[in-house]
Structure formats: C-alpha cells, structure tokens
T-cell receptor, first 113, second 108 residues
Framework: NAGVTQTPKFRILKIGQSMTLQCTQDMNHNYMYWYRQDPGMGLKLIYYSVGAGITDKGEVPNGYNVSRSTTEDFPLRLELAAPSQTSVYFC????????????FGDGTRLSIL | RKEVEQDPGPFNVPEGATVAFNCTYSNSASQSFFWYRQDCRKEPKLLMSVYSSGNEDGRFTAQLNRASQYISLLIRDSKLSDSATYLCVVSYSFKTIFGAGTRLFVKA
C-alpha cells in the first residue's frame, strides 16, 4: 500500500545549492505530476509526465527540471535554489488524465535560506 | 477569471450543522469532477468523485450542475474531524485544475 512516496520529507538548502526531490509510485500509473503549494495558497503545477520519456511544463516550470526514465520514478531537480522556491512540493500520479483522480504523496517541505 | 473558483471561507460551523460549498468552473467542456480534502500541512486526499446524477457517500453529498457550471458539496452532521480545506477539482482535455480551496472549521 505504498502509493506515491516522496523523499526527503524536509530539507533546508542554502541559496545557490542544488538538490533532487524524489518521487516514486507503485500503482503503474502513466501520469505523474509535480506541484508546489505556498502557505495559504492553492496548488501550482510545475511539470507533468504522461509516460516514461515524456515530460511537459506546467504553470510554473522556471527553476526546475524533471526526467521520467521509468514509469515509477519522476524526480524534480532544483539547480540553483532561490528563496522564492521555499514551498511544499507534492508529487501525484494518476492512471490517466480522463476521469481518473490524482493520488498524492505526503510532500517535501523545502526551505531555502 | 479563474478556471475554477471557490469561496475561500472560512466557514465556521458548530458540530452537527449542515454546511454546503459551491465551486464554479469556466470551461463547458469539463468532463470530470472531484472533491478533495486537505488537512493543514498535509497532502490533498480524494474525498469523492462527482457524477452527473449526483452522489452520496455517508454524510457527504456531491452534485453537478452542468447548465450553470458548478459543483457542490454538502456535509451533514458536521464533525470536529471535518475541519479541513476542501478543494474542487475539474478535469478536461488532458488538463486538471485544482481550486484554491474552501476552509471549514467545525467547533464544539
């Protein structure tokens, strides 16, 4: 019953550092998503993927990169961390984008200082 | 205009009350609808899908009005544990839009 697993759960970075947020799902879902959620705000889509080898930009992709080499994994990379990237990051997956709900991981809380 | 709009609230209700939230969407081609629940500092969790004929799950009832382009969520006999943010979700043509959410506080 793992579902969507995100690591790490918490991280503090210094400005200019880089890191990768990991996301893996064991439901054999084709679609995967990365969102960020700032305090008191709604979800904003960063990147999404419709299958292995295929990724596309969402609403707020700047400063981030993704890859999808397998169905299970969808890592999110921050190359040069900036304070504006302080947020909670959620990974989600769904079987398809039509009529199927998204299932979320429990998030990564990232602070850039 | 936002594609999915919700009253941010907060709605403050006593235990046992009935409370209803509406959510409007702008794209008439929207095909799938959901309500999610998000507790403070937690991930969104699927509460229920919304079907054209309306559907019920225990104390929760969801309805869809395609003509007026809104969905609703009714919570009966509110519990303290219902306190959360409720997200309206609309999906169409390879796109899923999450509303910003409506905050509910149920007090004893």
């Amino acid at each position: 019953n793992a579902g969507v697993t995100q690591t790490p759960k918490f991280r503090i970075l210094k400005i200019g550092q880089s890191m990768t947020l990991q996301c893996t799902q064991d439901m054999n879902h084709n679609y995967m998503y990365w969102y960020r959620q700032d305090p008191g705000m709604g979800l904003k889509l960063i990147y999404y993927s419709v299958g292995a080898g295929i990724t596309d930009k969402g609403e707020v992709p700047n400063g981030y990169n993704v890859s999808r080499s397998t169905t299970e994994d969808f890592p999110l990379r921050l190359e040069l961390a900036a304070p504006s990237q302080t947020s909670v990051y959620f990974c989600a997956s769904s079987y398809s984008d039509r009529g199927q709900p998204q299932h979320f991981g429990d998030g990564t809380r990232l602070s850039i200082l | 205009r936002k594609e999915v709009e919700q009253d941010p609230g907060p709605f403050n209700v006593p235990e046992g009350a009935t409370v209803a939230f509406n959510c409007t969407y702008s794209n008439s081609a929207s095909q799938s609808f959901f309500w999610y629940r998000q507790d403070c500092r937690k991930e969104p969790k699927l509460l229920m899908s919304v079907y054209s004929s309306g559907n019920e799950d225990g104390r929760f009832t969801a309805q869809l009005n395609r003509a007026s382009q809104y969905i609703s969520l009714l919570i009966r006999d509110s519990k303290l544990s219902d306190s959360a943010t409720y997200l309206c979700v609309v999906s169409y043509s390879f796109k899923t839009i999450f509303g910003a959410g409506t905050r509910l506080f149920v007090k004893a």
